[in-house]
């Protein structure tokens, strides 16, 4: 069993910044696929970014690509998702997920992740 805990969300301008932390439980944690995913008023979760277990790969959404950073400390565990220049339609909740392991080509599904954090407000002012 993994238990997430996200944290670093707020209120920011457009063209800001901001830093979410994933902790996770569990002594594994570095078996686990790491993956972020928001979803804003009205509309279905979609995904934002993915490390793999090792943090060697990385896999991220064409609208946040070149202004969001994933990584991972192992050591910690915890993930986070470096956010640059955020833009209006950035607002979500953020929501980050792990599964054991997950094959790079389904690390942008959803369903694919069983253990899901409670999400962080993330609004991002014009």
């Known amino acids: 069993q993994v238990q997430l805990v996200e944290s670093g969300g707020g209120l920011v301008q457009a063209r800001g910044s901001l830093r979410l932390s994933c902790a996770a439980s569990?002594?594994?944690?570095?078996?686990?696929?790491m993956g972020w995913f928001r979803q804003a008023p009205g509309k279905e979760r979609e995904f934002v970014a993915a490390?793999?277990?090792?943090?060697?790969?990385?896999s991220y959404a064409d609208s946040v690509k070149g202004r969001f950073t994933i990584s991972r400390d192992n050591a910690k565990n915890t993930a986070y998702l470096q956010m640059n220049s955020l833009k209006p339609e950035d607002t979500a909740v953020y929501y980050c997920?792990?599964?054991?392991?997950?094959?790079?080509?389904?690390?942008?599904?959803?369903?694919?992740?069983?253990?899901w954090g409670q999400g962080t407000q993330v609004t991002v002012s014009s």
């Open positions: 569990g002594r594994t944690f570095s078996s686990y696929t």
């Open positions: 997920a792990s599964d054991l392991k997950l094959d790079t080509i389904v690390v942008h599904l959803a369903r694919r992740y069983a253990y």
């Open positions: 490390i793999t277990w090792s943090g060697g790969s990385a």
